[in-house]
């Protein structure tokens, strides 16, 4: 089982960007997912998740009205766009799937933002 995080890069404060989550190994269509972060020498924090349908969302505070996320189960993928980016949204970015209790069991290897002012 394995989560594929990508879409990271530089980008200039107020641009966009599009991360995706790739499953692979088995379905996740039945499962919640959600993102993380984690600035340099900080906690990994909460930013968003999902219910197996979509029809349910959750977000930080801190990115509410400016990220929104996605999934597409016949693809097995999660998305996450981000608008109006900020140079506190520089972090590393993971995907999760499957929650248990307040823990998620699959992790993906993170993929890079860097905002610039």
């Known amino acids: 089982v394995q989560l594929v995080e990508s879409g990271g890069g530089l980008v200039q404060a107020g641009g966009s960007l599009r991360l995706s989550c790739a499953a692979s190994g088995r379905t996740f269509s039945n499962s919640p997912m959600c993102w993380f972060r984690q600035a340099p020498g900080k906690e990994r924090d909460f930013v968003a998740s999902i219910s197996w349908s979509g029809g349910i969302t959750s977000y930080a505070d801190s990115v509410k009205g400016r990220f929104t996320i996605s999934r597409d189960n016949a693809k097995n993928t999660m998305y996450l766009q981000m608008n109006s980016l900020k140079p506190e949204d520089t972090a590393v970015y993971y995907c999760?799937?499957?929650?248990?209790?307040?823990?998620?069991?699959?992790w993906g290897q993170g993929t890079q933002v860097t905002v610039s002012s």
């Open positions: 999760a799937a499957e929650s248990a209790g307040s823990s998620w069991l699959y």
